[in-house]
């Protein structure tokens, strides 16, 4: 039962910290302008952990852990 309620306290910490993260994105991109026009550095870094590039494929990693799938 103890470890149960550890196993259930951690997958909630995970959540609320995915969440904050979420949050955070959110609102960076809240203060972005409606249209950009021109890659800008400072927002990559900001928004992008990491990309793998796969032959056919690219994986976008955001720092808010959501992942996408970007297929050639």
């Known amino acids: 039962m103890r470890n149960e309620k550890q196993a259930l306290r951690a997958e909630a910490s995970s959540h609320q910290d995915l969440k904050l993260r979420i949050d955070e994105?959110?609102?960076f991109l809240d203060c972005l302008p409606s249209e950009l026009n021109?890659?800008?550095e400072q927002y990559t870094?900001?928004?992008?952990d990491k990309i793998t590039v796969y032959d056919d494929h690219y994986i976008v990693e955001f720092k808010s852990g959501i992942e996408i799938q970007i297929d050639q």
């Open 38 to 40: 021109e890659y800008d």
């Open 45 to 48: 870094r900001t928004l992008i």
């Open 25 to 27: 994105m959110m609102t």
